[in-house]
């Protein structure tokens, strides 16, 4: 990483996965990357970033191992696509202790746009655990809506 | 924070999250005050961080309600110690999940085995005086060798 000195040997491994992932940035692009976004340009809408700074992060986040580089043929050239690794889809639990610490310990914008999770049509509170039919949910068979998109 | 635009009432609750603890320094500071750290030497010293960044995170802490600002009698003078709120602790989950990616994404240092020291064939686990022969150690007749270098 580029803001400060290098975790990625530190005894800790709490330093040493912020070495990865200690950008704010990272871990909103990861986000988009398990809500199914694999485009530069669905990176850069969403998340509303500038080219040079979501860039480097995509490089970088490949580099460590959480994002895989794939070719994908646009109408002119063949772009790169970033496909969510392994590794990366392992920060589910980071991210989900994130935003449950978000919800309970800072206030929601006044037009609340919530997300929810579908699982076959069930709508569930948790992405572990279907909440309506109890199923195990794994990137296959879940998928975040949000409210402003009609379902 | 300081290092990008405010995500304090943005809609996704990571981004909120993030707009308090996404910067590294302020999530190490944490572990250190839920290992009993109370005390801005007993931080500076633990985190190798330098004074300013850490004055810094910790102001930012006491504003975002992490941590609160009490004060102690020391030998000469009042200083203030920095204890950890209900806010603060629940971000314990957080740093789980951070470790816990470490442990299985990160390798850990090899800080035990990396390097020891040869004299005259011993090997010495002391810099000082031989551990093998007990004679003692001085730059003519101590030599550092790395694992990852042939013996």
Redesign the interface.
Known sequence: MV??QD???????????????????V??VL?EALLGATKFDEFRTTLQVADNVLSKRLAMMVDE?LLTKAPYKGRQRTHDQYLITE?GA??L?????????????????RR??A?WIDHNGHTSTSATECSTCGEELTSANRTYKRQWVAP
Chains 1, 2 share one sequence.
């Open positions: 803001l400060r975790w990625s040997r530190h005894p800790c491994p709490i330093a040493r996965t912020l070495d990865v992932v200690g950008d704010p940035w871990l909103l986000r191992g590794a392992d920060l639990p980071v991210l989900n202790a994130l935003a449950h610490w978000g919800e309970n310990h800072t206030d929601p914008p609340h746009t997300m």
